[in-house]
């Protein structure tokens, strides 16, 4: 469903340019959850931001490569059309819940931009939508007290789950999560992956999800892609990188995980 | 080290006056002792008071109940000089530890002269940045020169410089790149063997925590729900709570 | 570090370009008594406002006196202001904010307070009242203008200090046994000098702003020594037949305050890498 072909991207340093993406290839089939795995400039938020076609003119552009989403490529799109994808087909939920709401929004009004941002003609038949109620209730808040509410009444915990509910108003066929839970402990770490793995399947959704931890992103997704300085090094099954790893960094990545010392 | 009856709460002001609407309740009632040599962790999710309780112990934050006590001492008698060279602590963030606008140098040079009496400070401070594997050319540049590890490491060699008996590393991992977490654990493990320091280890992650400390305490809503040796608590969690912590990190299948 | 910033003003054209005029500006100042073509105190009734011409540049006023020299001598005395006058409210502004913002509590209380009160009476009447009082000259112009300038920046050193006081760096010299008098002047001071410095620069405008309107109004510099504000005032009588004697301190005031502004804006970016 989602199929990237040898995307390049490279930022501005004043004059010059810096690569921040080489070469990368990588597909997310119907319902499937890919991992994407790599560390601090490592350039997997920017495969984020490429899909989204998020990356901002004045600070870099994308020199080559494809992106094709249900049969069309996204970097060819104009860009009325990408913005009727974006948070309606194609959703993503963003690393840090504290900034990514509105502070001086109630929640209703938040979510209720993303309904209202209805395209003149639609372009594409809907497949389902959720009033922000029930999308609430869908990620295990209780709407009639989460949607009067403004984002500093509530915990990160409860802000990633609106931020959630947010992304899947729309019924959308790919879901983005970049770094979804480094802002929260390790508990609601837990509570968080597991409601957005089940709303994944649930959906049907493709899901392109974006970590530095290996350990977690084996444990949620079926396949595993490494990236190291903006290049993928290794990809395969999760499981089966686990046993055996191919690349030394994948092998690194490992071997920083913590093992438990009792069986 | 000694911690008696610790509680601190925080009032909730709110409205124009700055009316006190009520109490946080971060800590409460928390004793224990950490022996000479010892790494003791204490282990939660946010909230639950165990940075609370290293600033307290750090003194950076009075409690409103309860005790310090170094060697039998209540720490609040002592100076600021002795409290320097008993307790240092190195905090999650390296980006924000280390004064931006202060050279590497400066930054050593100064906890060194404060607390110890060593006359040739620059050599003593290129040598702290070696023990923590910063080449010692590190001390004329600034941080922001530095990655988010090497930071890591120069706030390590700060909180090593007035030779304290007792390291508070709060979420010391935290901030870090999976790869450089693995290294910064290596390191503790290698001071604490080379230097005898005993350390107080802040965390959420019980795995980390265990393959680290000699005893565990678990914190839940700034109380302690567990405590133990380490294997023995990662082995036979006895309360939910520790089960929830456990079962919640991602670990490899083995 | 320094090169750091450095490389960054290099790059922003328009701060490069206020620092060029205030430059010039302060050059000109320093060298008046040299390149001035008159004696800006010598009258000649019978070349009274003359336009400008070869031999006036800028015309001559009311008594004969070349534009272009007295301009030039008020350069100096518009500068001086500025710099004083801000030198003056430097002191005490953050004096006052570091010692409310490190140390709370009643410091910042009384502070606090004090800013409150001088920030509820009207400045220019103020000002106006107390030269009044004590007698316009220049001294008092300067440290008047000081004295009333402070309170806007003790409150904005004072919350960058709140701000900087709660960061781990500052904790962790604590923890090192820092003193407290070198943990506000070497841990906490340079890091809130950036805005310190942008607002100064922008202060010197604002300053030389007040002593032009202060000699208009008969206030400031008196005559027969030049200030921008006096040689305006008088044009104010001659606006129909001598437009040279109102357009160029006017456009002295207005290219020295804009280069201020230029310049104190272009060092907030380089110092804040924030924005």
Not at chain 1, 3 to 11: A, D, K, P, R
Not at chain 1, 29 to 58: F, H, N, Q, W, Y
Not at chain 2, 19 to 27: D, E
Not at chain 3, 147 to 164: D, F, H, I, K, Q
């Amino acid at each position: 469903m989602l199929t990237i072909q040898n995307l390049s991207v490279e930022y501005y340093r004043g004059k010059q340019t810096v690569p921040a993406v080489c070469d990368v290839s990588l597909t997310v089939g119907d319902g499937e959850a890919v991992g994407l795995v790599g560390e601090t400039g490592s350039g997997k938020s920017t495969v984020a931001l490429a899909i989204m076609r998020l990356i901002r003119p004045s600070e870099g552009r994308i020199s080559a490569g494809h992106i094709l989403f249900g049969g069309q490529d996204l970097l060819a799109l104009p860009d009325p059309l990408m913005r009727n994808l974006r948070g309606r087909r194609i959703a993503m939920i963003f690393q840090d819940p504290f900034t990514a709401l509105n502070p001086v929004m109630r929640i209703r009004e938040q979510m209720a931009e993303v309904l209202t941002a209805e395209p003149e003609r639609d372009p594409e038949p809907q497949r389902m939508r959720y009033t922000p109620g029930e999308a609430l209730s869908l990620v295990q808040l209780d709407p009639s007290r989460i949607l009067d509410a403004y984002p500093h009444q509530l915990s990160g915990g409860q802000r990633q789950r609106v931020l959630i509910a947010t992304a899947i108003l729309r019924g959308p066929e790919l879901l983005l999560a970049d770094e979804p839970t480094t802002a929260l402990d390790v508990l609601v770490q837990k509570e968080i992956l597991d409601l957005l793995f089940r709303l994944q399947k649930e959906l049907k959704a493709g899901m392109l999800f974006i970590s530095h931890n290996l350990a977690l992103v084996a444990q949620y997704t079926q396949r595993v892609a490494v990236m190291k300085a903006g290049a993928i090094v290794e990809t395969g099954v999760a499981a089966e990188l686990f046993r055996h790893a191919e690349h030394p960094y994948t092998q690194m990545l490992l071997a920083a995980v913590p093992r438990w010392r009792v069986p | 080290m000694e911690a008696q009856h610790l509680a601190k709460s925080f009032a909730i002001e709110g409205g124009l006056l700055k009316r006190t609407l009520g109490y946080v309740h971060a800590v409460q009632d928390v004793s224990f002792s950490i022996a000479p040599g010892e790494t003791m962790a204490i282990v939660g999710g946010s909230g639950c008071g165990k940075t609370t309780i290293a600033k307290m112990v750090a003194s950076l934050l009075s409690p409103n109940q309860g005790r310090l006590l170094w060697e039998g001492v209540p720490l609040t008698t002592l100076s600021r000089v002795e409290r320097a060279r008993h307790i240092q602590m190195i905090f999650q963030d390296p980006f924000a530890s280390l004064n931006p606008k202060l050279s590497v140098g400066v930054q050593l040079g100064e906890a060194l002269r404060i607390a110890t009496g060593v006359v040739d400070v620059r050599k003593r401070a290129a040598e702290l940045l070696e023990s923590v594997g910063i080449e010692p050319d590190a001390l004329v540049h600034y941080p922001f020169q530095f990655s988010g590890g090497q930071r890591q490491r120069i706030a390590i060699a700060r909180a090593l410089a007035p030779g304290p008996a007792l390291l508070i590393a709060d979420e010391p991992l935290s901030a870090l790149d999976v790869s450089v977490q693995a290294q910064i654990l290596d390191l503790f493990t290698r001071l604490k063997k080379s230097l005898g320091l005993t350390i107080l280890f802040i965390t959420h992650d019980l795995v980390v925590a265990s393959l680290q400390a000699d005893r565990v305490i678990v914190l839940q809503d700034g109380r302690i729900v567990e405590e133990g040796p380490a294997d023995e608590t990662l082995r036979h969690p006895q309360h939910l709570y520790t089960r929830a912590l456990l079962d919640a990190v991602p670990s490899v299948p083995v | 570090m320094i090169k750091l910033y450095l490389g960054r003003f290099r790059k922003n054209r328009l701060a490069v370009a206020g620092l060029a005029v205030v430059a010039a500006l302060a050059l000109a100042a320093l060298a008046a008594p040299w390149i001035r073509p008159w004696n800006p105190f010598a009258q000649n009734l019978l070349e009274r406002l003359q336009a400008p011409s070869l031999a006036h540049w800028m015309g001559t006023d009311d008594l004969g006196r070349d534009v272009f020299s007295r301009l030039l001598l008020g350069t100096r005395i518009s500068l001086s202001v500025g710099f004083v006058a801000v030198g003056i409210s430097l002191v005490i502004g953050t004096t006052l904010g570091l010692c409310a913002g490190f140390f709370g509590g009643w410091p910042d209380m009384i502070v606090m307070r004090l800013v409150d009160i001088m920030l509820s009476i009207p400045t220019l009447f103020l000002i106006l009242a107390v030269l009044a009082f004590l007698g316009p000259n220049i001294y008092n112009v300067m440290v008047i203008i000081g004295l009333t300038a402070w309170p806007g920046l003790a409150r904005l050193v004072r919350g960058e200090c709140l701000s900087v006081r709660e960061r781990e760096y500052i904790q962790a010299a604590r923890l090192a046994g820092v003193s407290a008098p070198r943990l506000l002047f070497v841990h906490l001071l340079p890091n809130v000098v950036a805005p310190i410095l942008v607002s100064a620069t922008l202060g010197v405008g604002g300053a030389i702003l007040t002593e032009s309107a202060l000699s208009f109004l008969g206030l400031g510099v008196q005559p027969p020594s030049p200030s921008w504000g006096n040689i305006l005032s008088i044009g104010r009588d001659y606006l129909h037949v001598a437009w040279w004697l109102s357009l160029f301190p006017t456009v002295a005031i207005l290219v020295t305050v804009l280069a201020f502004n230029l310049l104190g804006e272009g060092l907030r970016d380089v110092l804040d890498p924030r924005t």
